[in-house]
Every structure is written in structure tokens, then in C-alpha cells.
């Protein structure tokens, strides 16, 4: 059957790239209130290209910000539902001089097509909608039933889409969902994800002296806000990277041994890891555990910035009346968000330095996720990522967090595929992104594939 | 005699306040490269007001940074000669927000005139220049022999001055040496300041990434700038406020029990200057030490700012790759600042977290010093203050720093008497700053005195 769909994506490679281009000259960062204009045309574009693939329903829905973009295609009865998700917005493209070429004018080069936003997510996204087309090309129709959800904030928090997420369950009702926004593990090896973290953000600010105070008249008998939140900051974690805010390892789930073994097999050099990606003197972490279960298993105390007292050039000698910090942890699955919030509040109090006043302030929250490698769209995607690519479809996590996952996980009650095609090179969100073209076109295919072998079930 | 200088005090008060306010327009912020012209224009403008006193000698002497004044009025022969020493540069005003009045508009509220140096010190200093004129006015000329010596980077670190006085001991021999850049240590009780504590000031730079990662992608394994700073400084002092970098306490001088006596009369409510002053929840410090000990007679330990990472509005989640802290260290009689500097290094080499490299840059170091008090001026100088305020004078020290007094302890082998009209609640360095205006008229009257009784000598 596959070789239908390959045939028409092989005679169709050269407009598809093209399609491509023109929605990559679209300027649509989320970010810049200037370019709403873009963003609107790059939803519309969406729409179009939804429409002219053939599904039957197709909206645009307005938000406070920028649109979101649904289609519906439910033709095939007793046939499972498959959500898709993708974002058309992207991140600014600064610094603007470290382009080879300009952002907004895909260019190909040694098999490349080098834009913003090819890789994240306009390429991944928009193989989705070419795989309808080849599906309807070949069946008339996709084999199972599809909803597709594509929005315009994903670089921007994606409230939005959170929302009406949250307002829909019964419109976005599905069996699973489909999201194209990750990366393989390296080029040719077919990767799905089956872990994400979570993650919970707070701001710590903690206030000493009423005002700053001159450090020569107070300094011995006032409290110093910087110091005071150095000091609670120094507790919540060891030298080693462990956590110490009670409760916080309580229902943290250990990797499978099964799962931790296949680790082992994905080629790493630690070495050049070190050099190349993270460039200190020196890899920091739990004792005993491997970078990948650093990274991607365990939980995480960061500060991830801190500010407070004089910070100008030279010398100034107060005592600073206010200091404030941005912490998270990551959340590995089975952690509760809540829990780890009242364990950081409760650390705090207990831990506030003598004279200091400390206010926890919760940005995000958001819990770690994990899919059953043995659940069976998992075992259909392993199974058509394999077909296409040739090689065994490995399992990995990432230590980040992909909120719209925790949506459909809390709000539709369905795991999610994170299939994607993207290479560890792409340069997502870096100067000269880019995607490799072949991935694009496999990427359809593989999708195509997917649909086909999942309507079998 | 008094009386004279006092009818011409007087009869000038409106001119030597608005005299004073013409001072204190000048945004002369000695740290802040863009306000070179101001500091200049402070300069100029004390230059010329010495010369309008009378000063047969004025010299602007330019500097790397701020223009120096030097004037000299040699014409009592057979007369000790005084240094008098101020400075005409101030502290920046942020935060600009908590300003009642605009910090450069000088304005008067019950009795005080509030701006950003009004106490520190271009007030105090603008009195000595007035004094002089008044003695001038009165009798022709000042009575002993005095050398003026004002500088314009005191809250830079007095770079300029330092070296000035090492290279012109001759130019600048004297009897002994006046400064009134301190403070009474309640309104109406005259206060002569014996002890100073030094000043090391340094700034400590941590690095951990080459560059800001993510957090999801590699929280758990890449050091963080941040956090590797905060477990080096946390390690340098505990919840008690005892320092615990090694060596720091081995040449602490205690202050004789006689001293220590005196203190206990000194009027103190310690829940008053928690809740007026300090305005925190708790007092902190060593224990088994007094508020004044731990204030003037004990080493501390203080973060004045630090900065790393994300700190604008909302979340983002990177590992810092750097952050930085200022940090210093108050020195009292007998510690060797550079001792201490040495110190401070070694403790950083020692401590600083794996993954991470620290760089320690020293700013300024400076000795802390005593004054004898049976040394004649200082008798002088505590009748003629008694006599002005019409109560005894007490001795006191202060826990801040002035290292243009270790200067002149050093190469020019005299003491210095600080006889300061500043109150404790003027908010040096702090928003609202404020001077007395009944204690700057009242200051220029002392100051008068005091030469005229110095002359009987």
C-alpha cells in the first residue's frame, strides 16, 4: 500500500517544497506585535492548504492573540480518531547578522532548506498536511479519522491553545494524539518520544531591611536580602545536584531497567558533549546516574536567574532591602505538580534566613508525561517510522516539557506520538535553522504510513 | 569670639542654603561615565567658591576620572596647619521610584533639605567652605594655617585622591587632618568618630556553560552559573553571621573594656533601631556581641548585588552561563586588608563548585584605624563641638569607611578628626537622603570655632 503514497509523494517532491517555501516567507513570530499581520496570513495559509487537501470542515478561530487553526475529517466510522497537533509561529530570527541567508527567504544548500521555522514546526507541521493529500490522492480519503489543531503561540506559552483545549473536550475527543515538533536521535535513526518532563517555575523574592541600608552603618546587625536568598537557594540542593526539598523524590519513578538498558545503546560521547554542547570544565550531576538519566529521568532544582542589590559597574556598598530569583523543577512522570509546589512553599518557610521575608510566587506548573512503549498507536508509529527509515525505531525521552502534551493528557484523556523528524543539528531557534529536505519528504511518508497501518488496527 | 562668627552665620543663612542647593543640582555621580561633565562642573564650582573665601591658592587638578581641588591659605605663621578633606561626588539615586522630591532638585520639608548628597557630603563639605569664609568675614582670615583637599571619586573608591596624597606628602604636611563626612550619633549630642572600619571590595565572577542553555535539555548534567555562585557565597558566612572564610579573624583587635563601658551609656533602643532603621523582622549577627560591637568593632561579610540569568518578566529556562557578585569585607583596627584579599582568593580557589570557574577582581582595599583621644586636636575639636551644642561630646566609631583617613595616617603620618553633622536617619546612599538644615548652619558655627580655639593652641 505504502508504495502508492511513496509514488506520490516522489512525483509530487518538487511543489511540495515549494508549498513549503512560500509558508516559510512568512514572517509569523508570535512574539512581535508587529508582525500580527503574518500571523494571521500564515493561519489562513494553513486553512487553505487544509481545505484544498480535502477535509470537509475547516476554521479559523480567532483568540486574543494570534488564530487557531481546526480541521475535521471523520469520514472513516469504527475507525480510531487521530488529533493532530502543530504550530505555524516561530521564534525571532536574531541575531540577524549570523544568517548565511535571510530568515524569511528559504534557501537550499547541501540538501538543507535553511529558513525560520523550517525545522520548528512549519516543515514538521506541513508534512502532516501533505500526507493527507497523498492519502487522499491514493483513498479518497485518510483511513482514520482526523482532527487537526494548529496553532500560532506555541513560542510565546500557547495560552490559547491551552484554553480551548481545556473549553473542547468533546470537539478534540481522539484516540491519540500526533505531534511532528521533536528531533531524531541522530540523522537515520527513527526516534519516537515517550517522555517528557514537567515543569514547575516560581519566582522567590525575599526581602531583609526596609530599604538598602549603607553595609558600613548596618553591616553586622542587619539582614541582607541577597544574602538571605543565597543562603535558602544554597539549601535546596547539595554539591552533587540532589535535591534537598523534603518530598520532593517521593514518587519519582525509576526508569525501567529494559529502558534504561536501551539507553545504553544510543551512541554518546560524554567527552564531546562536554566540548560541544555544554562547553564547561566539568559535567555536573547525581553520582551514579547516566547523562541520559540526569537529563531526562530525574528531577532538577535550576536557578535560572537572580538579581538584586547594586549591580552596576564599580562599587556600591549597600545592604540590599530585596533579591529575587526564578527557580524550577523539573518533574519526572508520576510527580505531582501540586505536591512539589507545597514542598518548595514549605521549604521556603522553613528555611527563610532570620530577618528575611521570603514570597513564592508560582509562574507555571505543568506535570512530566510518559507513553506506554506497548500502548498501540506507540507500536503502529515504532513499527511505520521503522518501515520507512529502515532501521529499529528507538525509544528516548527529553528533559524538557512540551505543554500542549499535559492538555491533551489532562483535558482528552490520550497519550501522545511525538514523531518527529527534525536532526540535532537544526539549530531550533539559533541563527541559520534549518531542515533536511529529505526528512521532509520521508517525514510525509512516514506519516502516510502511519495513517495507513493504524486504520488496520 | 564666637559671637561674631555666629551673627555672620546668621545673617547669611538664606544665601549658604541656596548656595548649597546650586551644589546639589549637579548630578555629579562619580561612577557613572556619562556624568563627567557634572563632576567637572562640582569641581569648578567649589573651586570657585574657595577662591571667593578668600583662598589665596586654588588649584583644579585633573585626574583619570574626577578633577581634585586643592586650595591652601598659609598666612598664620607660628599656627598649626589643618587638612580639611571632603568630597563633592555622591552615590547614584536608583532607585529613582522612591523619591518623594527628584534626588538633583533640592528641596526643603520640616527643617531638612532633602537630595541625593545633601548629607554625603556635599553639605558637610559646602560647611567647612563657609566656616572659612565666616573667619574670613570675621577676621581677615582663618586663624591657623589651612590646606583644603576635595575629591570627586569618594564613592568610586577615592582612586585619584589616594594616589595624590601618596605623591605629595610635602605639599600636603599638616597638624592633623578634619573631615566632617560622618555623622552625630543622635540630633543635638556633639560626636567625634575614633574609629573606622576598613574596606575590601571585590567582585566574583562564576562561569559555568559556554553559553545559556536549556534547562530541559540539559538540566541535570551542565553546571549552573548561577547556582555555583550562590554555593560559594553561602559558604562564606553562616546563619550567624560568622565568617567563615579562613584566617579572617587572626589579627582582630577587641576595643578596651573602658571603651566598651562607654558604649553601654550610649542611648540605644535596639527594638527602635530594628523597627526605625533597619526596618527588617530581626536583627542578625554574631551572638554574644552588641549591636555596636557588631556594627564598629567586628569584621562582616556582605553581598551588595549579584546578577545572572533570566531576570525579566515571566519565565524562561535557560542555565545561566555566568553570573556575578559584588562582595566585601569591613575590617577593624589591625586586620591587613591585603591579608584579607589573599584570604578571600584562596577561599574562592578553594570553594568554587565543580563545572564552574570563578574569577575574583579587587576593587578596593583599605584599611580599618583609631584616633587616639587624648590627642590635643581631638580635645579641641570635642570642647569647641560641646560648646556650640551645649553637651558633652561622645566618642563613638563607625562601621563604615573612610580610606582617605588611612591615606593620611600613612604618608602623612597625622590623625584625622571626623567631626560629622550628619543623623542617622539622613539615608545616605538611600533614597531621600536628607541634611539637617539647622545642623549645617549649625556645622559651619562649630567648624568656626574649633579653628579659632585650635589657634589658641
Redesign the interface.
Known amino acids: 500500500m505504502s508504495e502508492a503514497i511513496d509514488q506520490y509523494v516522489a512525483e509530487n517532491e518538487a511543489r511540495f517544497l515549494e508549498e513549503l517555501k512560500e509558508l516559510l516567507r512568512i514572517p509569523s513570530i508570535s512574539t512581535l506585535p508587529e508582525n500580527k499581520e503574518a500571523t494571521h496570513r500564515a493561519a489562513d495559509f494553513v486553512a487553505d492548504q487544509l481545505a484544498a487537501a480535502g477535509f470537509p470542515v475547516v476554521e479559523t478561530i480567532e483568540t486574543e492573540r494570534h488564530p487557531l487553526v481546526y480541521a475535521e475529517w471523520l469520514h472513516s466510522p469504527g475507525k480510531p480518531t487521530v488529533l493532530c497537533y502543530g504550530h505555524y509561529d516561530v521564534q525571532p530570527p536574531d541575531p540577524l547578522e549570523l544568517w548565511v541567508t535571510p530568515p524569511f527567504e528559504p534557501t537550499e544548500r547541501d540538501g538543507n532548506l535553511y529558513a525560520r521555522g523550517s525545522a520548528d514546526d512549519k516543515g514538521q507541521m506541513y508534512s502532516h498536511i501533505k500526507a493527507f493529500e497523498a492519502l487522499r490522492a491514493v483513498y479518497g480519503k485518510p483511513p482514520v479519522n482526523i482532527k487537526v489543531l494548529i496553532e500560532g503561540e506555541e513560542e510565546v506559552g500557547g495560552e490559547s491553545v491551552a484554553a480551548f483545549v481545556a473549553a473542547n473536550p468533546e470537539k478534540l475527543k481522539a484516540d491519540v494524539a500526533l505531534v511532528s515538533d521533536t528531533e531524531m536521535y541522530e540523522a537515520g535513526m527513527p526516534t519516537l518520544n515517550i517522555g517528557l ?1 514537567g ?1 514547575v ?1 516560581m519566582e522567590i523574592e525575599a ?18 536580602a ?2 538571605g536568598l ?2 535558602l ?3 535546596a ?1 547539595n ?1 552533587n ?1 540532589h535535591i534537598l526539598i523534603p518530598g520532593i523524590y517521593d514518587d519519582v519513578e525509576s526508569p525501567s531497567a529494559d529502558e534504561k538498558a536501551s539507553w545504553t545503546h544510543l551512541p554518546f560521547d560524554e567527552k564531546e558533549y562536554l566540548a560541544k ?10 553520582p551514579g ?1 547516566s ?1 541520559f538519566e ?2 531526562w529521568a ?1 528531577p ?1 532544582f ?19 532591602a530585596t ?4 527557580v ?1 523543577i ?1 518533574l519526572v512522570p508520576r510527580q505531582d505538580p501540586d505536591k512539589i509546589v507545597a514542598a518548595v512553599r514549605q521549604f521556603v518557610k522553613d528555611n527563610t ?5 521570603c514570597e513564592v510566587r508560582l ?2 506548573a505543568g506535570p512530566g508525561l510518559m507513553v506506554k512503549t506497548d500502548h498501540h498507536a506507540i507500536q503502529v508509529a515504532a513499527k511505520a517510522f521503522s518501515d520507512i527509515f529502515g532501521k529499529p525505531t528507538v525509544f528516548t525521552r ?4 512540551i505543554p500542549i502534551v499535559g492538555d491533551f493528557a489532562t483535558h482528552l484523556g490520550i497519550p501522545t506520538i511525538l514523531m518527529g523528524f527534525g536532526l540535532p543539528d537544526d539549530g531550533l531557534h539559533s541563527p541559520n535553522e534549518k531542515y533536511c529536505i529529505r526528512n521532509y519528504f520521508d517525514g510525509i511518508r512516514t506519516l502516510g504510513h502511519f495513517f495507513e497501518e493504524y486504520a488496520k488496527a
Chains 1, 2 share one sequence.
Open positions: 518532563r515543569l517555575y526581602r531583609g531591611p526596609a530599604r538598602d541600608l549603607h553595609s558600613g552603618l548596618y553591616g553586622g546587625a542587619a539582614p541582607n541577597v544574602f543565597v543562603e537557594l544554597s539549601k540542593k554539591a545536584g554542547e555544554v562547553g564547561s570544565t566539568e559535567l555536573t550531576g547525581e546516574y547523562v540526569r537529563t530525574r532538577t535550576e536557578v535560572h536567574g537572580i538579581a538584586g542589590g547594586f549591580t552596576g559597574a564599580g562599587a556600591k556598598t549597600v545592604i540590599p533579591a529575587t530569583a526564578k524550577s523539573r534566613p532570620k530577618g528575611i521575608q509562574l507555571s527529553s528533559g524538557g516539557s
